[in-house]
């Protein structure tokens, strides 16, 4: 597609539950970057791929956070065991390879994640 | 390690007022500076970005300068409009230490009143 795509704008969940959000990001972008934004607060870094590269996880708040990249495009992050303070707008962005351009983000338009 | 801070907000003008919101930074590399914006219940947006010292980014009537002398990106505006509204974001791309990261400041909302 034209923009990066997240799926779902939506979710509403119960505590405890697992949850999976997924982001489509640019074709052709390498870098894909996960944030987190709370209800006031600023943009969270959460995760980072690069390429073929190991992913740079140090973002992740705690070990019920993963995240993986299937073929270098499709991005899925999961949340196992959902905690209330997992509420939030979860940003995907993704941009061209280092030195490719001039490092511009481009975001999709987030998935809402609430926890009951 | 590289990091962005931004004035806090909530910022409230009357329309057609000068704008001014601080940006300062800290980075390792030669970082890429960036204004991000986010509309009422949208995602963001690339608003203006600098690349190299000196250089002036510019935007639907937004500037800013990449002072590497005062580590600054401050962004102004001569005369904000009420569509103005929204929480805007500094935030820079450094390559180093590892990969391409971007580091981004808290978030200043701005708010324009007729």
């Known amino acids: 597609g034209a923009g990066v795509s997240q799926s779902p704008s939506n979710k509403v969940t119960e505590k405890g539950k697992d949850v999976e959000l997924r982001c489509d990001p640019i074709s052709g972008h390498t870098a894909l970057y996960w944030y987190r934004q709370s209800l006031g607060q600023g943009l969270e870094f959460l995760i980072y791929f690069q390429g073929n590269s190991a992913p740079d996880k140090s973002g992740l708040p705690s070990d019920r956070f993963s995240a993986e990249r299937t073929g270098g495009s499709v991005s899925t992050l999961t949340i196992q065991r959902t905690q209330q303070e997992d509420s939030a707008v979860y940003l995907c962005?993704?941009?061209?390879?280092?030195?490719?351009?001039?490092?511009?983000?481009?975001f999709g338009e987030g998935s809402r994640l609430t926890v009951l | 390690g590289d990091s962005v801070t931004q004035m806090e907000g909530p910022v409230t003008l009357s329309e057609e007022a000068f704008l001014t919101i601080n940006c300062t930074y800290t980075a390792t590399g030669y970082p890429s500076l960036f204004w991000y914006v986010q509309y009422p219940g949208e995602g963001l947006q690339l608003l203006l970005k600098?690349?190299?010292?000196?250089d002036k980014g510019s935007n639907k009537g937004f500037e800013a300068t990449y002072r590497k002398e005062t580590t600054s990106f401050h962004l102004e505006k001569g005369s904000v409009q009420v569509s103005d509204s929204a929480v805007y974001f500094c935030a820079l791309s450094d390559q180093f230490p590892t990969g391409n990261q971007f580091y981004f400041g808290t978030g200043t909302s701005l708010t324009v009143i007729p």
């Open positions: 962005a993704s941009s061209l390879a280092v030195g490719a351009g001039t490092g511009e983000l481009f």
């Open positions: 600098a690349t190299k010292a000196d």
